[in-house]
């Protein structure tokens, strides 16, 4: 059961999601021009290009301050946003993005195939944006990401990989970065949270079963990639708060690790291999559990 924590739930519990504030985490610098502004229930990571600013996932609106001091306190300005790439349309990883386009004016990307998905079924997304608190939104993708495009700006090049399975367009992204003279390729996974594809989940969201088939070929599809550091869209995926904590306490290259790519690949095939032998009440039951793991600080709402 513990194996599935990582790719089960990605909600924390509502206890924490009634308070935003509980989320916030301190910002950083992982690597170069790499920075983590995300909270802990969802990482956003700051891209600087020399030409404007990239963010790759936004979170919901009632997280977004958090976002912006968080820009502000790495020492950007959010009226340089350029770019916000969407990895996926789940709304934990979109929420804020029209708010974040008024203030900057930034073009948005998202794969061509969820953001036809979100044209199309507008009540469903409808009813995930409010499922959050806040005034999420849908909003209008401007450059719809086919498998293999290239996102320039700037020092920075980003390789989009169509990765269904956690969504029906789900990308992954690749690209290179470069701190004193060294070249690190950077890695993220679109979507590794398998509790979209239960059976279930695809009848309730109308989404085809195949997807369960596509979720296991999308990790063959990058298996071999190149990837020196290795990013998640939820801090449980990477342990990017753990990695920070051991900078703090001298270790510079905690974010630089050529194996670990592999062996969260191997991990999340593992963990879905068994996930869909499961039975509904042990899909119901890790989806119920998972959340009260995944969190820092969540001794308080234990017993709830
Ligand atoms: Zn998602």
Redesign the pocket.
Known sequence: MEKFNRFGN?FPPKEMLDRSYLLAEEPFKIKGNLYSIGNTWCSSHLIDTGEGLIILDVPCIAEMPYLIDAIWRIGFDPKDIKYIIVS?A?V??YGCVNALKQISGAKTFMGKIDVKDMKESLERFDDMNKSQHGFNESFVTDVELEDGDIVELGNTKIRCVLTPG??IGTMSHFWDLEEDGKTYHVGIYG?A?FG?VSTGALKRMNLPLSLQEEFGKSIDKVWNENVDIMLGNHPFHNDIYDKHERMIAGEQDAFVDSSEWKRFLTELRDGYTRFLKMSKDEVDNMYKRSAFLNYRNIHNFENN
């Open positions: 990605m996926h789940h934990d990883h956690h969504t979507g949270g979209s």
